[in-house]
């Protein structure tokens, strides 16, 4: 046991967009923090590919907490301006089913378009947008040690100490662990599950290249069946039997500079063992050559840097937060990027961490049971993933029940991220903390729209009928059918935006769709809709933003 006081209040491993983000709140708030990492910026980074709530949860931090710099990164056109011009724009999720040896059918598409009302999505040149934030939280006021790699961590009453590979020690009231994977803090007190506890299975090759073409420019398909925005100008998904391929390009803001394109596959090992006869690669090509359009995609593109195989992506840890110490967001587990949920994730943690720790160091008390909310939350979080990616993989295979998978996912994301911007409104109007406070008593922590009974209940039966259609008791129709009926009779659902039609592939929510869709949650007798709606309705009309008539709602294909 060490009798040397502590040096600083908080020592956070990792300096990535996890634990640069947290420096930069807690120093901003007075908190002594050294910011440490193994490595050094700038670095090379996936998970490029920003969703709504994200966009949501970091303009919160940056208004709970007084720093403006965080909300450059939640504009696509801002972050090219102010951050550096190699960020691409997310202006859809984009969805389009293959099969071996055979050209992609264009009616076996999806596209759901981000509402423009509700944010302007970015493709993340991570090692750019990383950086920044580490400089931020620098400026902010956190000691940084870069390059700095722990050999030791010892907990005491008075706190913990930690001593690197150098013998250099260092001392702390708290430990936050944000180093991802290869954390420090889970390999000392063994806090990884063997297995990870998740249904779903996957692994992954990645890497970023050169000259790859846009979707558009090679998918073999009529005008009338194209999408109503260019495939380029979002987050492509190409889907097979058991996995997915991404394709995030850097290119499609006419603001960026960037030429690169973010790429990769995730596959399920057990259908596609990994091979040990063959690099990263080759099997990267082979499995292109298994999809003409695919294929074609990729002629005359070349990496730009060595490629990355993984073993299986799932991990998962017993517990993640303690007395003195928490494992945040993607040292705790991770689970598969489809969806790209593991950003929108990490800034929810971060937000529900930070009042916790910021109290528990003004009263010295470092009770687990203080912080056992972000427990319930990470670990919310991961399984639901969990409940709606392997829905996901097992759908793959029939296009009908992935629709229907499709519109489960997809109908939920509008009413999760307005419930937050709900709670910004109302915490720029009045200054009270406590909406945010109210966030958290929603029934079902981690959901992605974790209000609703009746969404957490579509979502169950969803998972209830794709693991009778993988176990071979139903087939894939019977198994849609069922979805597509829960879809169609549930109150979560709105019937905007085309969510119940399963004639509407390409969601494309306008100005009228939004009219619609927040004039539905208005009257829903549902309190987690009305309340959103009717003040989201009542901040538009006071911003002077005059909504089109709903009457003839179309837009939706």
């Known amino acids: 046991m060490s009798t040397q006081s502590p040096s600083y209040d908080v020592v956070i491993l990792g300096s990535g967009i996890a634990g640069s983000t947290l420096g930069a709140v807690l120093a901003r708030n007075g908190v002594k923090v050294l910011l440490a990492d193994a490595g050094t910026h700038p670095r090379f980074a996936v998970g490029e590919s920003m969703i709504p709530q994200l966009v949501a949860w970091l303009q919160v931090l940056a208004e709970r907490y007084g720093i403006p710099e965080f909300n450059a990164l939640a504009d696509a056109s801002t972050i090219n ?15 389009m089913l293959h099969r071996p040896g055979h050209e992609p059918d264009p009616t076996e598409a999806h596209q759901f378009v981000i509402p423009e009302t509700l944010t302007s999505a970015s493709h993340l040149f991570r090692q750019d947008s990383d950086a920044y ?10 000691e940084t040690r870069q390059q700095w790699r722990v050999a030791d961590i010892d907990f005491d009453d008075a706190g913990v100490t930690l001593t690197g590979t150098d013998e250099r020690q260092v001392r702390a009231r708290y430990l936050v662990d944000a180093s991802g994977f290869r954390s420090p803090l889970a390999d000392h007190l063994e806090l990884r599950e063997q297995p990870a506890r998740f249904k779903h299975h996957s692994r992954s090759l990645f890497t970023h290249m050169i000259g790859v073409r846009p979707f558009d420019d090679v998918v073999h398909a009529p005008e009338e069946s194209r999408p109503p925005v260019p495939w380029h100008d979002g987050t492509m998904h190409h889907l097979f039997e058991r996995g997915w391929f991404w394709i995030i390009p850097f290119d499609n803001h006419e603001l960026s500079r ?34 003409p359009a695919v294929e074609r995609q990729f002629e005359g593109a070349t990496k730009v840097r060595e490629w990355v195989s993984t073993g299986r992506l799932q991990y998962s840890s017993r517990q993640t937060v303690g007395r003195r110490w928490c494992l945040m967001s993607h040292a705790a587990g991770f689970l598969d990027p489809l969806y790209s949920r593991g950003m929108s994730n990490t ?64 109908s ?68 849609a059918d069922r979805v597509l009926e829960l879809v169609r009779e549930s109150d979560a659902v709105s019937p905007g935006f085309g969510w119940k039609d399963v004639n509407s592939r390409f969601i494309y929510p306008g100005h009228r769709e939004m009219a619609a869709f927040l004039e539905w949650a208005a009257s829903s007798p549902a309190p987690e809709l009305s309340t959103i709606g009717r003040e989201s309705l009542d901040a538009l009309r006071k911003a002077g933003i005059v909504l089109p008539s709903t009457a003839g709602t179309a837009g939706n294909r």
């Open 81 to 95: 301006e102010t951050v550096s011009n190699t960020f691409g724009r997310k202006r859809h999720f984009g969805f």
């Open 133 to 142: 934030l580490f400089r931020v939280a620098a400026g902010l006021g956190c």
């Open 258 to 291: 960037n030429p690169l394109c973010s790429v990769g596959v995730t596959l399920d090992p057990r259908l596609y063992p990994k091979p040990d006869d063959i690099d990263a690669e080759e099997e990267f090509t082979r499995l292109v050559h298994r999809f």
């Open 412 to 479: 939920g994301n509008t009413p999760a991220t307005l419930r937050i911007n709900h709670a910004l409104r109302a915490f720029k109007t009045h200054g009270d903390p406590s909406v945010f406070d109210n966030l958290e008593k929603a029934p079902h922590t981690g959901l992605w729209w974790p209000d609703s009974d009746d969404f957490k209940a579509l979502l169950d039966k969803t998972a209830e009928a794709c693991a009778l259609y993988e176990a071979n008791v139903i087939d894939g129709d019977t198994a």
């Open 347 to 410: 800034f929810e943690i971060i937000h529900t961490l930070v009042p916790r720790l910021l109290s528990a160091l003004a009263d010295d008390d470092f009770d687990e049971e203080r912080f056992r909310y972000v427990e319930e939350l990470e670990q919310g979080l991961l399984d639901y993933n969990d409940i709606l990616v392997n829905c996901s993989f097992i759908a793959f295979s029939h296009f009908r029940l992935w629709d229907a998978v499709f519109r489960v996912w997809g």
